[in-house]
Every structure is written in structure tokens, then in C-alpha cells.
């Protein structure tokens, strides 16, 4: 392995004697990025805990600290964990052959850290992509494994959907659904009585032939064409279909359940275990709602999503906010260090 020095033009070793080609070591270069690495890691942890100090409106969530039901998070990280599981199976199922699925795990650690930084999902993307073509799966169907995991997450999530729906109308009115679906129609209604029906009118006679136009050359692309050509593969082979499938409904569900299990555990939000399926519900939506936003992980907007959907069930804003906060940072924040650390391993 090459020094850093290495490289340097004879020139500057001539005029800086010091610098020569054994004066900095990779082991000694390794230390000075650790060294570096773990300083700012310091200096961020110092100001991210002043800033929680002293900051005035952060001050009553800390006080709700002491206060939540701690015996449900060992489940909130179980069920976190299951979710990478769930997709790592997804994958194996959308490639087609039986990968490893300790490293594939590990992989989807990887990937979400990626997804931290990249809109839309193309972070995981590419880690996924990559991981296949090491695999030993082509770069072409490698991009079109991923691309039919990517086209077979929306159906498992429709299916899931409405199979919780399902659940609480079977259950009854005590089911809780009631009062998420009656929320979703009357701020429908509301909304559409606040758009103008002329503007309206214009806007989509100008965005609907532009749409079509848009949709009929993305179906005729060469990406297009792969993906349903992977995606009609895929259909061919039962088996692998069905565990794509359930495996993308599996890690929506997991989600769903933390995020139940983390409004459980504030105190305030007044719900008990016959609400969970009208949690899981809200989850749905507003997972759903917060994802139409392209935002890098979809930050801020699930969060303010997630708190519409608890309102439209009566909690109240404080007790919302703690949940969706307890539930991102345990299932969304917390994994990225393991993501990293992963990462590393992975690549040798």
C-alpha cells in the first residue's frame, strides 16, 4: 500500500525534507483521521447537548423523558431490527438467488444510513445495486432487481393497507378506523372547498396533457421497459413473488407496530392496546403522506405528517410530537452508526 507521500512530486520532497516517503505512514494516517473523526464527534455531541440544555422549547419533551413507559423499548428495537431483516429477505427474493442474509442484513443497515442524505430512496439504491453486482449478479440485473424491489413495495403496501382497514371495520365501530377514515374525508372536504373551481379547471387542462405526455416517453424508456421485463420475471417465478412481497408488506408492518408501540409509551397520548389498529392505520397514511415529499429521508415532513395523523385521532399535539420523536429516533436515527459501521465491514 502506497504512503501519501508517495505520490508527491520530487520537487516538494526536495523542498520540504520532512515530508519524504516514510514521514507519514498509513497506520499514522489512519490515527490522524480517527483522531480527527472522534474530535468533531465530541465538539457535535458538546453543542447537540448544550443546544438540548438550553434550548426553552425543548425543555417540557426533556421533562416527558422521565416520564414514558421505557419497558416498551426493547420492542421498538426488535421491531426495528426485524424491519431490516424483512428487507434483506425482499432483496434476496427480487435477485432471485439465495444471498447470505447476515451481510444482506447488513446491507440494508448500509443503505439506510444512505438514505439519510439522498432523496427518494436512491441512496439505498445504489448500495443495493452495488451489493449485487459483488454479489456476482450483471450491473444490468443487478439496477433491475433493485428497480422491481423498488415497483413491488407499492402493491405489498396497498394490500397491507387495506387488509388493516380490513381488521377495524371487522372489528366495529370500537375498532378506531372509523375515526382515521372520517378525519381523512372531512379534511378532503375541507380542502376541496378551499380550491377555486376555476383555477383548478385551468391547471389541470394544462398539467394533465403534460402528464400524459411525460408518462407515455417514461413508458416507452429503456429503464421502463427493464423494470417491467424484471417485474414480469419476477411474476414467473411464484415462490420468489410471494416472498418479495410479503417481505415489503412485512417491513411496513414492523414499522407500523413501533410506531404504535411508541404511542403506547407516552403517557399522554390516553391510548390503549384496542387503538392499535387505528395506529397502525394512522402510520399508513401519514408513511405515505410524508414520502410524497421528496426530502432527503424524508425529514420534517413524516415527522409533521405522523403528528396529523395522531391529531386526526384526538392526541393532542404534545403527546404526538413525543411519540413521532421517540419512534424516528429509535427506528430512524439510531441504526445509521450501525449503517456506518457496516459499511466498513462490508467493504472488506
Same mark, same amino acid.
Given at each position: ?44 455531541? !458538546?453543542? $447537540?447537548? @448544550?443546544? %438540548?440544555?438550553?434550548? *426553552?422549547?425543548?425543555?417540557?419533551? /426533556?421533562? =416527558? +423523558? &422521565? #416520564? ?96 388493516? !382497514?380490513? $381488521?377495524? @371495520?371487522? %372489528?366495529?365501530?370500537? *375498532?378506531?378506523?372509523?375515526?382515521? /377514515?372520517? =378525519? +381523512? &374525508? #372531512? ?96 402510520? !399508513?397514511?401519514?408513511? @405515505? ?60
Amino acid at each position: 500500500m502506497e504512503t501519501i507521500a508517495a505520490g508527491a512530486d520530487p520537487a516538494a520532497s526536495a523542498k520540504f525534507p520532512g515530508l519524504g516517503a516514510d514521514a507519514l505512514t498509513p497506520s499514522l494516517a489512519q490515527r490522524i483521521r480517527r483522531a480527527r473523526w472522534a474530535l468533531a464527534g465530541l465538539l457535535s455531541a !458538546l453543542l $447537540l447537548a @448544550a443546544v %438540548l440544555v438550553t434550548a *426553552g422549547p425543548l425543555r417540557p419533551g /426533556l421533562a =416527558a +423523558l &422521565g #416520564h414514558m413507559r421505557w419497558g416498551f423499548l426493547p420492542g421498538l428495537v426488535l421491531l426495528s431490527f426485524l424491519h431490516y431483516v424483512c428487507s434483506a429477505v425482499a432483496l434476496r427474493g427480487a435477485a432471485g438467488r439465495p444471498l447470505p442474509l447476515v451481510s444482506t442484513t447488513m446491507t440494508q443497515f448500509t443503505a439506510s444510513a444512505a438514505n439519510r442524505v439522498t432523496p427518494g430512496g436512491l441512496g439505498a439504491a445504489a448500495v443495493n445495486t452495488r451489493y449485487l453486482v459483488c454479489r456476482g449478479l450483471p450491473l444490468p440485473r443487478a439496477v433491475v432487481a433493485v428497480a422491481v424491489l423498488q415497483v413491488a413495495g407499492v402493491p405489498a403496501d396497498l394490500l397491507l393497507m387495506g387488509a388493516v !382497514l380490513g $381488521l377495524g @371495520a371487522a %372489528l366495529g365501530p370500537g *375498532g378506531g378506523n372509523d375515526r382515521m /377514515l372520517d =378525519a +381523512l &374525508g #372531512h379534511h378532503a372536504s375541507r380542502a376541496a372547498d378551499l380550491v377555486p373551481p376555476l383555477p383548478l379547471l385551468v391547471a389541470g387542462g394544462v398539467l394533465l396533457p403534460a402528464a400524459a405526455l411525460w408518462g407515455r416517453r417514461a413508458i416507452r424508456s429503456t429503464a421502463a421497459r427493464s423494470a417491467a421485463s424484471g417485474l414480469a420475471d419476477l411474476c414467473r417465478r411464484p415462490r420468489d413473488l410471494a416472498l418479495t412481497l410479503a417481505a415489503s408488506a412485512g417491513t411496513t408492518f414492523a414499522l407500523g407496530v413501533a410506531f404504535a408501540l411508541s404511542v403506547l409509551a407516552v403517557p399522554g397520548t390516553a391510548v390503549g392496546p384496542a387503538d392499535a389498529p387505528a395506529l397502525l392505520a394512522a402510520y !399508513l397514511v401519514g408513511a @405515505a403522506a410524508g414520502s410524497a415529499v421528496p426530502t432527503p429521508g424524508g425529514i420534517g415532513s413524516t415527522e409533521a405528517a405522523l403528528v396529523a395523523a395522531l391529531a386526526a385521532l384526538g392526541i393532542t399535539a404534545g403527546p404526538a410530537l413525543h411519540a413521532v420523536l421517540l419512534f424516528r429516533a429509535v427506528t430512524y436515527w439510531a441504526p445509521v452508526p450501525f449503517g456506518l459501521l457496516a459499511c466498513r465491514t462490508l467493504r472488506r
